[in-house]
């Protein structure tokens, strides 16, 4: 059975600075790996998709990477906002489709 | 583009009755999950349709259960609701038939079970 934990649960930062989210998980037999933001009492929204095959993928200030081997993926966040306050979910999806959530790590961001 | 839809926004039902949750997913995405996200817990895979078919489900009694239409919407039903069945009811697409499974979410469903 997949399991995917996120360090650390909580995490408070002041504006502008470089800031890294961790994920792991204990079957390395992922067909993907995607990372989401959820701002409270709402859905998710996509930032991210790992294919198996790749090592990271970037868009504006994120950057994620993938090491399937090891079971670990980060998401590194630079120059911090206040607008990037929210809580950060990784899900992995195996060959037959199904996901499997992290807890999420939940960001404060200060001005 | 249109993004992952979901209706109704809130519903409140007593314990014992049955609620249906709908969901239209995004123009060319043939695939629907559904998760629950009860408060405190993290997210847990409910179903998942693809082409009108369940293609797999999560660790859920048989009163969840869901279908999907030829125009690839879907309904998840809750029959016999408990007081633990109050969640966010989350509902995501997926162009799955392009061989990626990335999954794009509505904006959920909050159950209150009273």
């Known amino acids: 059975k997949q399991e995917v934990t996120q360090i650390p649960a909580a995490l408070s930062v002041p504006e502008g600075e470089n800031l890294v989210l961790n994920c792991s998980f204990t079957d390395s037999a992922i067909y993907n790996l995607q990372w989401f933001r959820q701002d409270p009492g709402k859905g998710l929204t996509s930032l991210l998709l790992?294919?198996?095959?790749?090592r990271e993928q970037t868009s504006g200030r994120l950057n994620a990477s993938l090491d399937k081997s090891s079971g670990r993926s980060t998401l590194y966040i630079a120059a911090s906002q206040p607008g990037d306050s929210a809580t950060y979910l990784c899900a992995v999806t195996d060959n037959a489709g199904k996901s499997t959530f992290g807890d999420g790590t939940t960001l404060t961001v200060k001005p | 583009e249109a993004g992952v839809t979901q209706s109704p926004t809130h519903l409140i039902k007593t314990r014992g009755q049955q609620a249906t949750l709908r969901c239209s997913p995004i123009s060319g995405h043939t695939s629907v999950y559904w998760y629950q996200q009860a408060l405190g817990l993290g997210l847990q895979f409910l179903l998942w349709?693809?082409?009108?078919?369940?293609?797999n489900r999560g660790n859920f009694p048989p009163r969840f259960s869901g279908r999907q239409f030829p125009n690839y919407s879907s309904e998840l039903n809750v029959n016999a609701l408990e007081l633990e069945d109050s969640a966010l009811y989350l509902c995501?697409?997926?162009?799955?038939?392009?061989?990626?499974?990335?999954?794009?979410f509505g904006p959920g469903t909050r159950l209150t079970v009273t």
């Open positions: 995501a697409s997926s162009p799955w038939t392009s061989g990626s499974y990335e999954q794009y």
């Open positions: 790992i294919q198996s095959s790749q």
């Open positions: 349709y693809d082409e009108g078919e369940e293609r």
